[in-house]
């Protein structure tokens, strides 16, 4: 190989291995091999709260399936963080403290559009409680989100007004965690919001979808789908993590 042929396949053999080393983690959600998660990744558990759960005040279909499959996923993670809802009981985003509106109706407030919901995880109530089976004793953060009264929080990392952060991004780097998964409820609002906000904070990021579960108002399962995969939010299953 004369020194033009030998410069020529190493720079072709450069760019192949950079290709590879970007498409490494999207080839994984596709490989015969489960990902097996590291002391640099996190799983974030969503809201698996009694309100969103059949017979709770705001429940999401199926979301009581998801509980034992969360644990037995949970057990293969060596950080795992919890988030709840924990609203006032005034809170601005509950249809009840606007006359004549009702739940699921919009309207507009300082930052933006705001979804009406029914009163739903008000602090300290059991609805607000985590569902009785979730069995994650090995958590290590609860962030609870949505407690100040005049600004809604669908995210994990940031609340509505898209300016107050939870803190948990900074705790996840001080932490050296660089990639989550997400799970839980629902799958179109709080997981999904979570998921782009870690993207958004450099995180890579993944949405595990039978261990999630979506209330699909207007069309926003799909919409929201297709605002993580526009991001780079990769879309698994739980059987594409290694749980033993």
């Given at each position: 190989m004369n020194e033009v042929s030998r410069r020529s396949f190493l720079a072709a053999a450069g760019i192949l291995a950079a290709s590879a080393a970007t498409l490494t983690w999207a080839n994984r959600a596709r490989a015969a091999t489960p990902i097996k998660p590291g002391e640099h990744d996190a799983l974030l558990?969503?809201?698996?709260?009694?309100?969103?759960?059949?017979?709770?005040?705001?429940?999401?279909?199926?979301?009581?399936?998801?509980?034992?499959?969360i644990n037995t996923i949970a057990k293969?993670?060596?950080?795992?963080?919890?988030?709840?809802?924990?609203?006032t009981r005034d809170h601005v985003s509950f249809a009840s403290q606007h006359e004549?509106?009702?739940?699921?109706?919009?309207?507009?407030?300082?930052?933006?559009t705001q979804v009406l919901w029914p009163d739903h995880c008000v602090q300290g109530t059991e609805g607000a409680s985590l569902v009785k089976g979730l069995d994650i004793p090995q958590a290590q953060l609860i962030i609870r989100k949505g407690f100040h009264r005049s600004?809604?929080?669908?995210?994990?990392?940031?609340?509505?007004?898209?300016?107050?952060?939870?803190?948990?991004?900074?705790?996840?780097?001080?932490?050296?965690?660089?990639?989550?998964f997400l799970c839980g409820l629902a799958t179109d609002y709080c997981v999904a919001w979570s998921a782009l906000d870690a993207r958004k904070f450099g995180f890579q990021a993944a949405v595990i979808e039978d261990?999630?579960?979506?209330i699909d108002l207007?069309?926003?399962?799909?919409a929201a789908w297709k605002d993580m995969e526009k991001t780079g939010v990769k879309r698994l299953k739980s059987s594409d993590i290694a749980t033993t």
């Open positions: 558990v969503i809201d698996v709260q009694n309100c969103f759960v059949p017979g709770g005040s705001l429940a999401v279909k199926g979301g009581d399936e998801i509980v034992p499959l293969a993670f060596p950080n795992v963080v919890l988030t709840q809802d924990w609203h004549g509106k009702k739940p699921f109706e919009t309207i507009k407030l300082n930052y933006g600004v809604d929080s669908y995210s994990a990392f940031l609340e509505a007004d898209r300016k107050t952060q939870t803190g948990l991004a900074g705790y996840l780097r001080d932490r050296k965690i660089n990639r989550v261990a999630s579960r979506g207007n069309g926003s399962l799909a």
